[in-house]
């Protein structure tokens, strides 16, 4: 079992930054796969990054460059640094963790059985 709590999320203006945080409470947490999906009003839930339990991370194209995923182990937490943020940003952003993902599924929103309640990113232009 892994509980997921975001923060971090805010109101910031085109090329502001935020760093947001998901914290997981639960055993082994450093053997999860945690991801970071997002969801703007009217539209589908979206992958942004993912990092493995062995701390490989991929991005999808439109995080690339500008956003970083890292985790810390001992503070049970992963971290998604934002930055060059621009309106098309502005999303409700999940975190998501599970033990069995695999490689080619870790962009697949279905294969992940923990998420936290989110975390509200606005940008505004």
């Known amino acids: 079992q892994l509980q997921l709590v975001e923060s971090g999320g805010g109101l910031v203006q085109s090329g502001g930054s935020l760093r947001l945080s998901c914290v997981a409470s639960?055993?082994?947490?450093?053997?999860?796969?945690v991801a970071w999906f997002r969801q703007a009003p009217g539209k589908e839930r979206e992958f942004v990054s993912v990092?493995?339990?062995?701390?490989?991370?991929a991005y999808a194209d439109s995080a690339t460059g500008r956003f970083t995923i890292s985790r810390d182990n001992t503070k049970n937490t992963v971290y998604l640094q934002m930055t060059s943020l621009k309106p098309e940003d502005t999303a409700l952003y999940f975190c998501a963790g599970d033990a069995q993902v695999i490689q080619s599924q870790l962009r697949n929103p279905s294969q992940y059985d923990y998420w936290g309640q989110g975390t509200q990113v606005t940008v505004s232009s």
């Open positions: 990092i493995r339990y062995n701390r490989n991370t």
């Open positions: 639960g055993q082994s947490f450093s053997r999860y796969t």
